[in-house]
């Protein structure tokens, strides 16, 4: 099937360390994005890559790195700096040639213990 | 991006049709309406999308006013696997550009057995 893999579903870390979220998708979709759901908000944008080894900061981005080494990956890493990480972590994909919709990761969710 | 107005809440009964509002008065001439929906702890939904006609899929239609401020997502027959939040979103198509969609809190549709 093709579609969007986030691993793990669930996620714990202590604090001070750093994490990282799988996102694969094999949509062959050039762009990727990460955005961050806090509970009983919509999503905000934290980082987005166009092609592979680019990338933008999104609306959120501070505590937060990304790499785009390969078309159908694009690891998050929420860093120590990020002081708050505690959310619900969803990764998307779109072929932006096409002017169809982004499809969506099931997320991962993140939470400090 | 323009912005969009939705009630935060609504029920319909199950078997009934589920009539969903957006306001959306700002929206430029190049940017669609886009309807996705989450249940929770999953990923958004693609629902359906579009520009200035109506349009129909399998799962909803959308109608657009034909001053495109405001628009309606029609679920037909709702059943209870329809509870979930909907998010109305207006984008213009980036035409090969990587942009990130901007979420608001959605409309929280229960279905009533």
């Known amino acids: 099937d093709g579609g969007i893999t986030q691993s793990p579903k669930y996620l714990f870390r202590k604090e001070g360390q750093n994490v990282t979220l799988s996102c694969e998708q094999n949509?062959?979709?050039?762009?990727m994005y990460w955005y961050r759901q806090d509970p009983g908000q919509g999503l905000r944008l934290i980082y987005y890559?166009?092609?592979?080894?680019?990338?933008q900061k999104g609306d959120i981005a501070e505590g937060y790195s990304v790499s785009r080494e390969k078309k159908e990956s694009f690891p998050l890493t929420v860093t120590s700096a990020q002081k708050n990480p505690t959310a619900f972590y969803l990764c998307a994909s779109e072929d932006i040639y096409s002017n169809q919709p982004q499809h969506f990761g099931d997320g991962t969710r993140l939470s400090i213990l | 991006d323009a912005k969009t107005t939705q009630p935060p809440s609504m029920d319909c009964a199950e078997g009934r049709a589920a009539n969903l509002p957006c306001n959306h008065s700002?929206?430029?001439?190049?940017?669609?309406v886009y309807w996705y929906r989450q249940i929770h702890s999953q990923g958004p939904q693609y629902i359906i999308h579009?520009?200035?006609n109506n349009e129909t899929n399998e799962m909803a239609s959308l109608i657009i006013t034909e001053d495109r401020k405001s628009s309606t997502l029609i679920l037909p027959h709702a059943t209870l696997r329809d509870t979930a939040v909907y998010y109305c979103i207006v984008r213009a198509y980036s035409g090969g550009g990587a942009d990130g969609l901007t979420f608001g809190k959605g409309t929280h549709l229960i279905i009533q057995p």
């Open positions: 700002t929206i430029s001439g190049n940017e669609y």
């Open positions: 579009g520009l200035k």
């Open positions: 949509l062959n979709h050039d762009a």
């Open positions: 890559s166009q092609i592979v080894n680019d990338f």
